[in-house]
């Protein structure tokens, strides 16, 4: 080559960008281009030092941003005059420094290409259900430690044939560095079982489709762990399953094998079909346009959860089978999802008929994440495969702030880890109350720890002392020295809110519409329907609902008519029978222990005071005769309550007490009985009453903004994803002129806590 009119740059492109095929899809690039020079990664990306002529170079960056990875995220590219000789090549340089090579990113649903080749006969990959490339395929899920390379994952004990390898160290491949690279020679394979461990011969997947339609039910091994599926249009074996699984209601969700299959039972907007075929393959939920083809889905929900495949195993399985099928956790009621062969072969004995397993183990469990798309972009329920341990980039204030561990809540446990401007949210870990989860949960932090090479110098947990996360945290403070923060649940909620969003935290005044079920509040009481005014640095309870008694504690949250009885009480005091005759709720209460409960509230036996939203809105659900009795799942009565509604919620409802800083019920329950005794249509009160409390909410938000000269809201906690109230809140608080942020990256919900609690303690 000829130096004449050579010219070097020094190219930084930062985002996600490793662990992506990012070094060799600039090794492309630069060999099309006939470019010289070398790409490595380092501390903030990847960087590329390229000598060739300006058009060359101009047309190379142009490329670069217009096509980059599937996986890749660039957020910045920039570039320098570079002075020196230009090297006779262009290489892919080893990284030098320290925490390179440690990336980890999440798991990838089979990539167009890889389908291709699963779909053509002529191809080596024909039918292969491990096929994988640098695009896609398992990640977290096999990883056993760092740096991250096939050694410390569950695809060491598979050698690669010379065919992959040579794949493998080809720059120019699809498969380089392709850490779980295999094929059918050399790869993990598939087989089923049946009942007895009888493997049978012949193809698994046309014998468990063959299984599937004659009624049976199949534990299949995914990737990041178990699901049990049957065929979702054969109401029969849907009964069945529940009734193995132990599963009364809560709703199932579904695989189908393409969007078109999708679309013919719910609707699917433009946002919502990229969601579905992002890499990350979540659980979305659908308005269900069917209801009558998906018997015992999701009984009493208008939703339904409804997935792509997310590996060519389901690829393969959906397509042969043809119909959308059930694709519900593999887990025996009240446990967390199965991850291994042995432990499948027990748990889920007498639920599965058959068990689709293969060789390759699952390290990390990863439950589906479950998203929906709120005006117009993505929210996340669970954040589970696919997402984790993807970083979340926070404020530039945070790149001097010190390594930070956040405990995270108890019930939809997640941790995080802040390192600099980058905070690592754990994957959904689930329920600590339960053994397996909170052995799972303290494994992970271990990992994780070990993953981002972490020694924490600031622990954070919630005020909640009894919380396991809390004693854990407190545990793993005093081990390594590291200062302990406590961090009060709704604080947590709103920051972390505002951390996603990178807002500022040199201005950082908002307001936190923060509704729950319950947290402890800094008064020693439950709190759970909160106003909140504060920053990263602190807040104050600026308005809340009245508190009303939990029957019972716990088990208050279990039955919803333990809530309408408290409610009625502290709405019209000992003569609350009264305000029931004739709307057809005295008989259902006489039926249940209430004198009994009113001793409770009235002696304050077991009886706490909490302003939760999610009793208030159970309490209305029972009123109105949703799961009176028993809630089968958390939030079932909220939901099934939303699911009443039709269409959007009216500009008026129920008029709303707002006294002392304090939105109490009196009103509303006078106006809903009178609804109830006039036979008013349930669909009808179950909107009047999200109504009324979208007006008052946004009343009460709009005041305490304006007094704190303020126009930034948060809508936050685990009853902020009804979407009617989001919705109705959100647009009544943009059209009085506030700036009103959601949570986009992790759940409104406990999962969300983690990364509030790290900021905060972060910045102590
Ligand atoms: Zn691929
Ligand atoms: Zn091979
Ligand atoms: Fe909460």
Known sequence: MTTVGVVGRQITVRGRVQGVGFRPFVWRLAHEA?????????????????????????????????????????????????????????????????????????????????????????????????????????????????????????MRTFDMCDDCRREYEDPADRRFHAQPNACPVCGPRLWIEDVQGEVAGGDPIHDAVRRLRDSQIIAVKGIGGFHLTCDATNADVVAELRRRKRRVAKPLALMAKDLDQIREFCDVTGPEADLLSSSIAPIVLLRNRDRAGLIGVAPGLNCVGVMLPQSPLHHLLLAEFGGPLVMTSGNAANTPQVTDNAQAR????????????????????????????????????????????????????????????????????TFCLIKGVQAIPSQHIGDLKNAETYADYREK????????????????????????????????????????????????????????????????????????????????????GEILLGDYAGFERKAHFAPVALPGGEQAVLEP???????????????????????????????????????MIAQRLNAPLASSAGRLFDAVAAALGIVFDRQHYEGQAAMELEALVAGSVPATGYPVCVADNTLSWRPMWMALLDDLRSGVDHGVIAARFHGGLVVALADVVTQVATEAGTGRIVLSGGVMQNRLLVEGVYARLRSNGFNVLAHRQVPANDGGISLGQAAIAALS
């Open 34 to 154: 006939a470019v010289t020079g070398h790409v490595l990664n380092d501390g903030a990306g990847v960087r590329i030092e390229v000598w060739g002529k300006s058009a060359d170079l101009d047309r190379l960056l142009h490329e670069l941003e217009r096509d980059p990875p599937l996986l890749a995220r660039i957020e910045a590219v920039v570039w320098t005059v570079l002075e020196g000789l230009p090297p006779d090549q262009f290489q892919i340089v080893q990284s030098g420094g320290g925490d390179i090579n440690t990336q980890v990113t999440p798991d990838a649903a089979t990539c167009p290409d890889c389908l291709r080749e699963i779909c053509d006969p002529a191809d080596r990959r024909y039918r292969y259900a491990f096929t994988n490339c640098t695009h896609c395929g398992p990640r977290l899920s096999i990883v056993e430690g760092i740096p991250y390379d096939r050694a410390r994952t569950s």
């Open 346 to 413: 027990t748990d889920l004995a007498g639920i599965a008929d058959a068990w689709l397993l293969h060789d390759r183990d699952i390290v990390n469990r990863l439950d589906d994440s479950i998203m929906r798309v709120d005006l117009a972009a993505p929210v996340v329920f669970r954040r589970g495969r696919g997402m984790a341990p993807a970083a979340i980039r926070l404020h530039e204030r945070f790149a001097e702030a010190p390594p930070t561990l956040a405990m995270g809540a108890e019930l939809k446990s």
């Open 445 to 528: 932090v271990t990992l994780f720890r070990d993953l981002y090479q972490f020694d924490p110098a600031v622990v954070a947990v919630d005020l909640h002392p009894d919380y396991l996360s809390t004693k854990w945290g407190e545990r793993l403070a005093q081990d390594t020295g590291a200062t302990l923060i406590r961090v009060q649940h709704h604080h947590a909620h709103l920051v972390g809110c505002l951390a996603e969003h990178q807002v500022d935290p040199e201005d950082a005044k908002t307001v936190g519409v923060i509704l729950d079920g319950t947290g402890l509040g800094t008064d020693g009481t439950i709190w759970g």
């Open 561 to 599: 008519w333990r809530n309408l009885v408290a409610h009625l009480v502290a709405a019209f005091g000992i003569d609350w029978r009264v305000h029931l005759v004739g709307t057809g709720l005295a008989g259902p209460t006489d039926e249940k222990p209430v004198d009994l409960i009113e001793r």
